[in-house]
């Protein structure tokens, strides 16, 4: 893949992984910073691109994971317990829920918390998973289920 080809291919599908980010950073300004990280990343990986339709799953991927860990590089943790987390209903105590939770993925490997996000965040199927990832539709499931019962550990 070339440079123009990524050009095109930054084009069409620019704002795709533009709302990725967006939809996991909640910040335009981050989300437009992690979408042209993710481009700089698919330009150094040219070589190995290729313009067919396994490209999409891969910039998901590096979207996803750039996001991923930019919130835990960036966000503090939160240290309520799990019962004042449920009780909150205004904006600023729904963000701190989303930063316990953050913290609660960050006890897990990359396969996992990229597993857990595309659950629980974007409401996938184990199947979609599976294919936006590459790994078998049982790991995705084994991996969810680990997921569900160390989360409720760490919560409670």
Known sequence: MDRDEISQLYRRLGPLIYRRCLKLLRNP?????????????????????RADRQCLPWLYRVATNYCLNFIRDRKPIDDRQPEEILKST????????????LAVLGEFDS???????YSLLDGMTQEEIAEVTGFSR???????????ERSKELLS
Do not use: M, Y
């Open 29 to 49: 300004d981050n989300a437009r910073d992690a979408t042209q990280e993710v481009f700089v990343r698919a330009v150094k990986h040219k070589e190995t691109l």
């Open 90 to 101: 205004s904006g600023e105590e729904r963000l701190d829920a989303r930063r316990r939770v």
């Open 111 to 117: 396969k996992t918390q990229q597993i857990a996000v």
């Open 138 to 148: 049982k790991t995705v499931g084994k991996k969810l289920k680990r997921f569900s």
